[in-house]
């Protein structure tokens, strides 16, 4: 079956700056890349997502790239404010359940 | 994307015993259910699907007749936790596989037994 790693588990950045989160997954099959964060008590939230057919999606300060040789793909927020604080979780599927990064906890600090 | 109602959204319920989860889909028929469990400070993990029809596959270390899962009718899918135990204090959602309205999740169940 899949197996999608998640790097860094923990990640602090200063406010204004950028976070980077990567993800590698093993099934070639997968198709669709969605990226989740997660407050706390919350269900995760879908930030923002891309196909096996696009290189890179942006939307306003979150972009993903996807690199299907390399079977990685990675999660970008830039001028990182406070309220980005929370878990974020990468998943990969093939249309059918999803397999789960293991979450990196991103803290802001103002 | 697909409309999925899951509730409880929370429950807290004593030892020994069960609790039943409901995961619906509201505008569309789903032959399939996905149910992940997220215990705290971890990722969400697939437990097991629920086939209308058919028996629920249930993945590695997943207790069967623990988790009795039931797939009731196309627009519902039934997950029981029998003889809760604290151990089994997670975080439970349900998922359809993608369909023509995209991906979904149910809003979740917060489970705490105590």
């Known amino acids: 079956g899949e197996n999608v790693e998640q790097h860094p588990s923990t990640l602090s950045v200063q406010e204004g700056d950028s976070a980077v989160i990567k993800c590698t997954y093993s099934?070639?099959?997968?198709?669709?890349f969605p990226w989740y964060k997660q407050e706390l008590g919350k269900r995760p939230q879908l930030i923002i997502d891309i196909r096996s057919n696009v290189g890179e999606k942006k939307d306003q300060r979150i972009a993903v790239t996807l690199n299907k040789t390399a079977k990685h793909f990675s999660l970008h927020i830039t001028e990182t404010q406070p309220e980005d604080s929370a878990v974020y979780f990468c998943a990969a599927s093939t249309g059918n359940q999803f397999y789960f990064g293991t979450g990196t906890s991103l803290t802001v600090i103002p | 994307g697909a409309v999925v109602s899951q509730h409880p959204s929370w429950v807290i319920c004593k030892s020994g015993t069960s609790v039943k989860i409901e995961c619906r889909s509201l505008?569309?028929?789903?032959?399939?259910m996905f149910w992940y469990r997220q215990f705290p400070k971890q990722s969400l993990m697939l437990m097991a699907t629920s086939n209308e029809g058919s028996k629920a596959t249930y993945e590695q270390g997943v207790e069967k007749d623990k988790f009795l899962i039931n797939h009731a009718s196309l627009t519902l899918s039934t997950l029981t936790v029998t003889s809760a135990h604290p151990e089994d204090s997670s975080f439970y959602i349900c998922?359809?596989?993608?369909?023509?309205?995209?991906?979904?999740f149910g809003s979740g169940t917060r489970l705490t037994v105590v």
């Open positions: 099934d070639s099959a997968s198709n669709y």
């Open positions: 505008d569309f028929q789903a032959t399939t």
């Open positions: 998922s359809p596989p993608a369909g023509k309205k995209g991906y979904t």
